[in-house]
């Protein structure tokens, strides 16, 4: 009689527990992709620019190339609030006025004159408080910096009193002391001569020729500053129309 032996067959049961893992990996995945459904090729196409291309250039431009204002504000209004009123020309003039004192009854054979010349000076400024960040402008184009200013202002007339000149009196055939005034008189007179001075050199030709200066003299003050910021730069001067001349 034949014994019959028993075949034992191992398995080993590592690997199915791996491919396990493997198939339910594989299943969340394509369940992911059937409830959530993302847009692969759309991931894969470029994004598109959120600048128009003639606004990256501008952009690119103003940061690397380019200045704005906000460069030459620091320096300008540094030095305009330095100046603050700019002294642009100075006009020497001279007005002669006639003293006239009336005699015995106004008759002319009592009356006494008198020619009497007064000197003085006529200043004028531009304020340079009134420049703000708004005055300054930059075309980076031409490469011009553009200052606004107010106009040329005749600020004061400054008598000069110790060049007075006195002529001699007239008098009368019957006059025979000389012309005299009060303290009173004479202030008053100085009053007149200051007012006249001052509309006189108030006059349209005075008050272009102060504003050809001011634009010389402005020009020589911030086209250094101008420079230091950019040195390619030019300035150019410009009037506010608002200020007017006054």
Known sequence: ???????????????GFLSGILIGLIGGIALSVFLFKPDFIGMLKPT????????????????????????FQDAVLGKAEEKQELIVMEEPMQLTTTITHSGLGDLAIFMKTKNVTYHGTGIYTV??????????EVDNDK?????????????????????????????????IFDLTLTAEQQTQIEKEVMEGMTEILSE???????DEFAKMKTWDTFQPLVSSVAPDYKLEIEFDSSTGQH
Request: hydrophobic share 35%.
């Open 127 to 136: 304020d340079l408080n009134d420049i703000s960040v708004d005055n300054i």
């Open 1 to 15: 009689m034949s014994e019959e032996k028993a075949t034992v067959v191992k398995v080993k049961r590592g690997g």
């Open 204 to 210: 349209d030709k005075y008050m272009k020729q102060a």
């Open 48 to 71: 598109a620019p959120t600048h128009t291309e003639s606004e990256t250039a501008q952009i690119i431009e103003e940061h690397f190339t380019g200045y704005t204002a906000i460069d």
């Open 143 to 175: 490469k011009t910096v553009t200052i606004t200013v107010p106009h040329a202002n005749l600020k004061t007339v400054n008598p000069d009193y110790d060049k007075i000149e006195f002529e001699d009196t007239e008098l009368g055939m019957f006059a």
